[in-house]
């Protein structure tokens, strides 16, 4: 019976496959496909960290019901990885718990270290813990379950809706566990806030922007999200919904600080309204650019919107927000989702990539999030593509960047290696063009 290769030998593989890759991509990719777990060990480290607090989605190959209490309570949002015997520029990783993974923080020599297989290959920092964290209302809502935090600190992670009114099999975009999720945070007992309120959302945003202590991480951007509207909410539609939020956010934070927004595709009007009020970047998430799987895959899209319409409306919405500040994502895997997607790794990158070149010929940034098979989405149980998929699918990208020099806005925060906050794909590690 052969005995499997060790983990560090075959990153060491693909070090020399592609030798023109930073280490630090090929390491991060590998990681966010894998997941990791943490120790008891270096749970007990993790008092002082920014806790991970399922801001949408669980990001995580098992479900809270199958984790260890702590795990579910107490992980730290991202990992921040360096040094080690490749010599790693510093790169931060999402938290993606997974039980069956090669991967381990763990306390060596007194030390929170990364393993591969038992080997250490890195150092570990988390991002240290707010004192916000800790603050609580009369209610007994949490300051950072209204707002917390993200990507070391980086941006602020504002989820106003956290259902989608994509319902059922028809409507669910298949790779998304977004109500799923809601439903398990729920059940472990975890205080799981759905729909958040005004007055308590700019309390923690004065804390956040006006009243940070000094020697706290300082935060450059304020993200609002959530799950796509297309009955009403609170007797508001979509746009009316998002207006109540950003309206006083607004007035209160002006325009020092860049404010994001994702929702649905809009027409040209409804995203005017939006800029209106101060929204400075819109995100309408594209998730999969062949045709055949958009169907699919995003049913609810579809029947909503249309591929073509919704394509068509984010690059019009370039003419209402500028170029560098349309930032569509993709769920960067799914394309080769069985039983639908591509078998061939080369005929998936150059599928998403066609879209890349289409998309920044006309001023569009897209971006990507490297898909985790989290095990409550329709697709759950499957393995995630191959790392080959990952490494071409960045250097697509970043190869098209360089092509069509569309603006980095600071809104998706700095790029190349060892500066990159991006904590969920490694395409801003890939350089600075």
């Known amino acids: 019976m052969s005995q499997a290769v060790p983990k560090t030998a ?12 930073h280490r630090e991509v090929i390491v991060k990719e590998d990681i966010l496909s894998c997941g990791f777990k943490y120790t008891d060990a270096a749970l007990e480290r993790a008092v002082n960290a920014q806790t991970k607090m399922y801001h949408l989605f669980s990001y995580d190959r098992i479900t809270v019901a199958d984790m260890h209490k702590r795990e579910s309570t107490r992980v730290p ?22 039980d069956k993974t090669p991967y381990t923080v763990d306390v060596v020599d007194g030390k929170l270290a990364f393993l591969a297989d038992g080997e250490i290959i890195g150092e570990v920092e988390y991002a240290p813990r707010p004192a916000y964290y ?41 790779f998304c566990d977004i109500n799923a999720n ?17 007055d308590q959302i700019l309390e923690v945003l004065k804390r956040i922007f006006f009243e940070r202590p000094e ?27 998002y207006l109540h939020y950003v309206e006083p956010i607004k007035a209160l934070l002006g325009n020092r600080w860049c404010m994001q927004l994702q929702t649905a595709a809009k027409a040209r009007p409804e995203l005017e309204r939006l800029k209106a009020a101060g929204v400075n970047s819109h995100q309408a998430n594209i998730e999969v650019w062949d045709a055949r799987l958009w169907k699919i895959l995003c049913p609810g899209k579809e029947s909503f919107v249309g591929r073509d319409e919704w394509i068509k409306r984010v690059i019009d919405s370039v003419n209402v927000f500028g170029e560098g500040y349309v930032y569509p994502n993709f769920v960067a895997g799914v394309e080769m989702a069985k039983p639908w997607g591509f078998e061939d790794v080369d005929q998936a990158v150059k599928s998403t990539a066609s879209g890349f070149d289409y998309l920044m010929a006309h001023g ?31 250097l697509a990208w970043y190869e098209l960047f360089c092509k ?3 603006p ?19 395409f801003q590690d890939m350089g600075e063009c």
Request: charge should be positive.
């Open 404 to 406: 069509h020099r569309v």
């Open 134 to 174: 800790d603050m609580t209302f009369p209610d007994k809502t949490q300051y950072a379950e209204i707002v917390p935090l993200t990507w070391f600190g980086y941006f602020a992670f504002l989820t106003c809706l956290r259902n989608c009114q994509y319902w059922g099999d028809k409507e669910e975009c298949k």
């Open 215 to 241: 020697n706290e991480l300082r935060t450059h951007t304020l993200i609002l999200t959530g799950g796509t509207i297309v009955r009403t909410v609170q007797k508001a539609d979509d746009i009316d919904f």
């Open 408 to 426: 980095f806005a600071n809104g998706l925060g700095p790029m190349g290696p060892g500066k990159s906050v991006n904590a969920n794909s490694a």
């Open 77 to 98: 949002e991202e990992i921040r990885l360096r040094g080690g015997q490749y010599g790693l520029r510093p790169l931060i990783v999402h938290s993606r718990i997974n």
């Open 10 to 21: 075959e990153i060491e593989a693909y070090f020399r496959k592609y030798p023109d890759v």
């Open 364 to 394: 569009v940034m897209p971006r990507m999030n490297h898909w985790t098979v989290e095990p409550l989405s329709p697709l759950g149980g499957q393995e995630p593509p191959p790392l080959d998929y990952y490494i071409k699918m960045d």
């Open 182 to 198: 809601v439903r398990q945070q729920k059940e472990s007992g975890r205080q799981y806030t759905v729909h958040k309120k005004v």
